[in-house]
């Protein structure tokens, strides 16, 4: 399927019955400031009917563009999200303090909550591997690829204050 929109019909106010379905399309816009989703979300769903009103499990699968929080190299990778979320039924109201999902008439809209899981899912500090080195401070080289000159060539200030101190001394 091609659409977040799916209907339930067949299935609400059945406890017990479910509609398995497949859906894969893009998401676009599912971003953190490290990390976005590419390409399409594959998403195999459970909608199962239940006394409230419908209960949606399943995976979504995604390719994503990371990018090292140290280095900036982009990295593509896969994330795979478990979902488990209720879709409140006609009749059935959500506890007030909670941010929950309804049917809507004999639909449900799962663009929201994939978007919600994906989001959370992404990470939010990647990185190309675990002791990357990052770039320079100074004049931006990656320290992955070696070390810069900037270090060698400038003195440290604490140091040069020292100098400063000895210089005075008698010899
Ligand atoms: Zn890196
Ligand atoms: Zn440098």
Redesign the pocket.
Known sequence: MHEFTVSVAEILGRPGAYRDIHISRSLPGVRTTLARLENDLEARLRLESVVEGVLVTGRATGGVLLE?A??L?ELPAQIHVDVCELFYGPGHQPPADEDAYSVRGIELDLEPMLRDAVTLALPLNP???ED?K?LCARCGKDL?LGDCTCTESESDPRWAALDAVRDKLPQ
């Open positions: 090292c140290r280095c190299k990185l190309c591997k990357c990052g992955n």
